[in-house]
């Protein structure tokens, strides 16, 4: 015969199951759990694709926005947990760059002239892995268009959201240094670094800036969609997200690549274009791999601002409060 637990017994299991944070803005800065190895990881908050420390709790952020919120400016820039993640974020960034700009020279030095398929697999792969990588110990962003973007979002605090771009751009400028060295001064000036180069002559910097906007959008806008809003994820499940956001990556980079003779096609990642440029020493135009995403990153923050994914929900959760 099956006998219910007495009172006793419930209060029992009740009190060895992790307490969840209930700060949202705290639970974004240091996850903490009783049971560390359930919930406190260092990657865990609201834009990581991770997932937030506490799924599910984000009733400051529903009813106070992010920017009138003094907590989202000021706290968490002495934390350890964010300096450690961003100490991994440096290193991860440079070894993706890195591993990107050797494949961009192996493509050239094969001749191959067909290397949409190859960009776009490549691509796909290489982000989703390292974001598999990475993402519970520092939100897997690796792409100061990313971190922007969460931070104009409310998903990422100022500190964390600084601190990992800072991050970002050293390791940027880290794989820059390595590409020089694996490859030497003329080769590395010769294959301009690996990518993120065009024929102005072909292609004006005002057309690729658009390219690039409209590209950076367009991928911020399905990583936003498919993994990083933590309402979200709650559909979706954060395992699956950062392979439906490479893909979404490899898809962008297919339809961009091969556009215009001596076009690479969109860079989507500004520490990637300055880790080729201090390789290949091209500082033309530089200002484009930056001016780019950086649009995309503020229309897609207005978008997510005015209309986020679960403004629906949102919505009907109201309808039903005020029927109540």
Known sequence: MHHSPSPAQLDTQESKMPRLVLDPVRSQLRPEAEDLNDLAVDGAFGGSFAGPAAQGLY???DSIPWYRRRSYFVDGWTDEVVWRSAFVECIATACMVYISAQFGVTLMNHGITQVVAYVGIFSAILLSTFIYATASATGGHMNPMITFTTILCGL???SRGTILIAAQTLGGAMAGGLILGSLGRDRATAYKGGGNFFDPDVISPGQVLLIETISGLTVLILAIGNGLDPRRQALYGHRLGPLLVG??????????????????GPGLNPTRGLALAIAGNHWQNHWVWWVGPALGSILSAA??????PSFIERNTKKRLTSVA
């Not at 556009?259 to 690479?264: E, Q, V």
Request: hydrophobic letters at 45%.
């Open 59 to 61: 009733t400051e952020a």
């Open 156 to 158: 990422t605090p100022v």
């Open 247 to 264: 893909l979404s990556v490899g898809l962008v980079l297919c339809a961009g690549t091969g556009l215009a003779p001596g076009y690479t």
């Open 303 to 308: 978008m997510y601002n005015f209309a986020p």
